[in-house]
């Protein structure tokens, strides 16, 4: 009698268990992009050399940890980035400096993070969190460019304009920024010898699936106005968890964004996905 209970619990967790491993696989299904091809660094794939990430935010970085932690250990690339705010308007989870502070402790996040990440030069600047504004965005481009010039970047990589990875105005207007820069000093460098400009664009793109089942009206716009991938690398998970450590004003982020845990979301989004464009391509 002992016996045959021992076993049909046997078979219960086991069928638990296959429902659960079943499930995930599902889940992970609305992460995927089914149009990217796989590699293991995109930095590595393309050849690039050195690299530059132009972003809005204390905490965007988030989204690149994959492609800027390969591109250092795998590929020995040199990396630089620049974080167009200082994130002083963002919501605090939890609460662990005066508001007013807010600004000095995540650019201290940012760069912390960046160092975790082997970023060898890493700037923040500090147009207004949630306003960088249309008026600002020559200036931006201006001083983009002028950091290309100085960095050599071969690849650029930054938010899709029409999108920005989550519809945030300010990532959408940095990444215009950043790709009106690498047309900028193309165009200005075609005529010179030496350094001819970045001949890549990565451009971020979040699952198209997720976002359109549990995105919302943002979801749906971010999805609608973004290209297909055409890469898929690993996220680099570990440094992702480590990263909302370093940035301890977002560390419950993911939890209050998505209602769920950092742990479990990675388990079922655990790849990045870019557009790379070829600038040098007929
Ligand atoms: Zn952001």
């Known amino acids: 009698m002992m016996k045959r ?9 086991a069928l638990i268990a296959i429902a659960m491993v079943a499930g995930v696989l599902y889940m992970r299904s609305y992460f995927s992009a089914p149009s990217a091809a796989s590699v293991a660094s995109v930095v590595g794939d393309v050849g690039a050399r050195r690299v530059l990430g132009v972003f809005a935010h204390p905490d965007d970085e988030q989204l690149v940890t994959g492609f800027f932690s390969l591109a250092k250990e795998k590929d020995q690339a040199f990396t630089a980035l620049i974080t167009g705010t200082k994130g002083e308007a963002g919501h605090q989870v939890p609460t ?26 890493q700037e923040v600047w500090d147009y207004p969190d949630g306003g960088v504004s249309s008026e600002s965005i020559d200036e931006i481009t201006a001083r983009i460019e002028a950091k290309i010039e100085a960095v050599q970047p071969d690849l650029v990589v930054t938010f899709w304009p029409a999108s920005g990875a989550t519809g945030h105005k ?3 207007r940095m990444g215009l920024a950043a790709e ?35 995105g919302g009206e943002t979801g749906k716009f971010v999805a609608d106005n973004q290209p297909d991938a055409t890469h898929a690398m690993p996220g680099n998970i570990p440094a992702k968890m480590r990263g909302w450590k370093i940035h301890a004003s977002q560390e419950h982020y993911v939890q209050a964004a998505y209602g769920f845990p950092d742990w479990l979301l990675y388990l079922l989004w655990d790849q990045e996905y870019y557009r790379v464009v070829d600038l040098n391509a007929p």
């Open 5 to 13: 209970i021992a076993v049909i619990a046997g078979v219960v967790v």
């Open 96 to 121: 662990v400096a005066r508001q007013q502070d807010l600004g000095i402790v995540r650019k201290a996040e940012a760069l912390k993070n960046g160092f975790a990440l082997g970023i060898d030069d």
């Open 170 to 172: 300010d990532h959408m």
């Open 180 to 214: 009106s820069a690498v047309m900028q000093a193309r165009t200005r460098l075609a005529g010179v010898g030496g350094y001819k400009g970045p001949r890549w664009i990565a451009y971020v793109i979040t699952p198209p699936n997720g976002l359109r089942t549990f």
